[in-house]
Every structure is written in structure tokens, then in C-alpha cells.
T-cell receptor, first 115, second 114 residues
Framework: GAGVSQSPSNKVTEKGKDVELRCDPI?????LYWYRQSLGQGLEFLIY????????KSGLPSDRFSAERTGGSVSTLTIQRTQQEDSAVYLC?????????????FGPGTRLTVL | AQSVTQLGSHVSVSEGALVLLRCNYS??????LFWYVQYPNQGLQLLLK??????LVKGINGFEAEFKKSETSFHLTKPSAHMSDAAEYFC????????????FGSGTRLSIRP
């Protein structure tokens, strides 16, 4: 693919519902990142996958948040029992090796609105 | 702990004027620093990055940034603003951890006056 893709582009849900956000990284990129962009909080790191290593989940804000990466490619971010404060744009990024100097390529994001 | 501070949440300049977006960082180890741009309803795009090679870094669209260790700064400049430069700009720092996760500044919205 040409770049990182994310789906859906927009998601509106009711408080208490579960949502799944999908990220397709650039083919061949071994590292995948999720970030959240919300008003008043800026951009914050959520979780990082690198190859077959255990993911770094240190940025997940609560145990309602989880993420998987199947087959080292596609990733799904799941938010259970959504709350209004979960409303934000969720950005996914991928990079070639996950080392410090490698550029992270960002997808267009999923705008989540929790009513 | 590493951190990034962007001074000014909103900067407005006239078309053709100098653009200066300020970024200061805090890091206990030599940092990698980045500037990203985000156009409305789009993802982040890398403008330029500092990786300890040259202190003056040139990026896309005529932007450049200078790494000044003594001032812990990485300000973004462009000699002459274009209307198409209107966007949100983020300064970012890469941590020296296994995660290689980026720490972003709070962003500066650049507006261009005709």
C-alpha cells in the first residue's frame, strides 16, 4: 500500500459501547504505534508493537483499552465501555525497524465521538 | 524525563513574512527531534528531523530548523510564508527507550494573513 491506512475514518458511538479501530501499516514495516490526539491533551502515545516482541502498553490510559497486532501486520485498537472522555482522534503510525532514527509514517486517523 | 514545549499555541503571520515556531526540549540524553505538520483532517507528515548529523536541518516546503544544544531549542523557520503553510505544527522528541515512542509538543497552529 501507499501509506498507513485506518478505518473507519469516523466513528460515533454511545457511551458504554465497545469500539474497534483498525490500522493497516505500510507493508514491510515492523513497528506499529497508536497515538491519541484530543483537545487539551495534545498527542499522546498509547501502545507500540515491534516484531514479535511483547508490546509496550505503558501509554494505555485504562484497562478498557487494548490492542492486538495479528500476523505482524494489521492492528486493532479496542476500547471497551466507551466514555465521553475517550472522544479523540486515534492515530496509527508505522516505521521500518522501530529504531530511534527511523521515521514514523502516520495514517489519517480515526475520529471517535462518544455521545 | 524527556519533554517538549512549544511556545505559542497560535501564530499568525502575513503572507511573505518570516515564520518562526518555537520548540524547546528537555532530555537527559542526546535527542532525536522532529517537526511534523498536520493539515486539516489529515494525518501527520514529517517536515524534518534532527539525528545528530548537522545542526541545521532542511526539510520539505522550504522549512528548516536549527538544533541548539546550549539553548535546548529546535525552532522551525521559513523565510517567506505561503498561504498553503496554514496548518498545525508539532515538535517532537524520540525517547531512548525500547518503545521508541515519540513525545509530542502541544502543537502550534499557524495562520497566514493575505
Amino acid at each position: 500500500g501507499a501509506g498507513v491506512s485506518q478505518s473507519p475514518s469516523n466513528k460515533v458511538t454511545e457511551k458504554g459501547k465497545d469500539v474497534e479501530l483498525r490500522c493497516d501499516p505500510i507493508s514491510g514495516h515492523t513497528a506499529l504505534y497508536w497515538y491519541r490526539q484530543s483537545l487539551g491533551q495534545g498527542l499522546e502515545f498509547l501502545i507500540y508493537f515491534q516484531g514479535n516482541s511483547a508490546p509496550d502498553k505503558s501509554g494505555l490510559p485504562s484497562d478498557r483499552f487494548s490492542a492486538e497486532r495479528t500476523g505482524g501486520s494489521v492492528s486493532t485498537l479496542t476500547i471497551q465501555r466507551t466514555q465521553q472522555e475517550d472522544s479523540a482522534v486515534y492515530l496509527c503510525a508505522s516505521s521500518l525497524e522501530g529504531t530511534s532514527s527511523n521515521e514514523q509514517f502516520f495514517g489519517p486517523g480515526t475520529r471517535l465521538t462518544v455521545l | 524525563a524527556q519533554s517538549v514545549t512549544q511556545l505559542g499555541s497560535h501564530v499568525s503571520v502575513s503572507e511573505g513574512a518570516l515564520v518562526l515556531l518555537r520548540c524547546n526540549y528537555s532530555s537527559s540524553v542526546p535527542p532525536y527531534l522532529f517537526w511534523y505538520v498536520q493539515y486539516p483532517n489529515q494525518g501527520l507528515q514529517l517536515l524534518l528531523k534532527y539525528t545528530s548529523a548537522a545542526t541545521l536541518v532542511k526539510g520539505i516546503n522550504g522549512f528548516e530548523a536549527e538544533f541548539k544544544k546550549s539553548e535546548t531549542s529546535f525552532h522551525l523557520t521559513k523565510p517567506s510564508a505561503h498561504m498553503s503553510d496554514a496548518a498545525e505544527y508539532f515538535c517532537a522528541l524520540l525517547t531512548y527507550s525500547s518503545a521508541s515512542k515519540i513525545i509530542f509538543g502541544s502543537g502550534t497552529r499557524l495562520s497566514i494573513r493575505p
